[in-house]
């Protein structure tokens, strides 16, 4: 992270990609030109775990990143829901321009996102002790409906910006 102080903690709510969601995601995908000849997305690239990057918010509205496309400028499908409620939108967004003064560090929002740029915020995550002790508890919690395990890096993992043409 760059040496700018954070300004807030990001939502940090968290949620599972419904099925149905996972159609409408590639169906997103690949409905736009290819960043490589023939390249086409398979559900193994659609994220399962949604994570609220926003800066932290009162509204009952959460984005989530499904599917950052591969290429510069290719955008990212984004996901919304409410509190209480699966996802129900998938869409393609532009990458927030974004970046740090000296140009070390991309913004992971959208563009136009509310808020603070991801640089600035501090992801919600909790002291090495107390995840020790209550890591099994969440694990258990965050656990997909496929019954796939994750760790505390995949819980509160943050999507990087797409800046990375590398990807």
């Given at each position: 992270?760059?040496?700018?102080?954070?300004?807030?903690?990001?939502?940090?709510?968290?949620?599972?990609?419904?099925?149905?969601?996972?159609?409408?995601?590639?169906?997103?995908?690949?409905?736009?030109?290819?960043?490589?000849?023939?390249?086409?997305?398979?559900?193994?690239?659609?994220?399962?775990?949604?994570?609220?990057?926003?800066?932290?918010?009162?509204?009952?509205?959460?984005?989530?990143?499904?599917?950052?496309?591969r290429?510069?400028?290719?955008?990212?499908?984004?996901?919304?829901?409410?509190?209480?409620?699966?996802?129900?939108?998938?869409?393609?967004?532009?990458?927030?321009?974004?970046?740090?003064?000296?140009?070390?560090?991309?913004?992971?929002?959208?563009?136009?996102?509310p808020?603070?740029?991801?640089?600035?915020?501090?992801?919600?995550?909790?002291?090495?002790?107390?995840?020790?002790?209550?890591?099994?508890?969440?694990?258990?919690?965050?656990?997909?409906?496929?019954?796939?395990v994750?760790?505390?890096?995949?819980?509160?993992?943050?999507?990087?910006?797409?800046?990375?043409?590398?990807?």
């Amino acid at each position: 992270m760059s040496s700018v102080h954070p300004r807030g903690f990001t939502c940090g709510q968290r949620t599972f990609v419904p099925p149905g969601l996972v159609t409408a995601v590639l169906g997103v995908a690949n409905s736009v030109p290819p960043a490589w000849d023939g390249l086409v997305y398979s559900p193994d690239d659609v994220g399962r775990l949604l994570v609220c990057t926003l800066q932290a918010h009162r509204g009952r509205v959460h984005h989530g990143v499904v599917l950052n496309l591969r290429g510069p400028d290719a955008g990212t499908v984004w996901a919304a829901w409410r509190d209480g409620a699966e996802p129900y939108l998938a869409i393609l967004l532009p990458d927030c321009p974004g970046a740090t003064a000296d140009g070390g560090e991309g913004c992971s929002e959208f563009a136009g996102h509310p808020g603070a740029h991801g640089w600035e915020l501090a992801d919600p995550v909790m002291p090495p002790a107390l995840l020790a002790l209550f890591g099994p508890l969440l694990a258990e919690q965050d656990r997909p409906p496929d019954g796939r395990v994750l760790d505390a890096a995949t819980r509160f993992h943050r999507p990087t910006t797409n800046r990375n043409p590398a990807r």
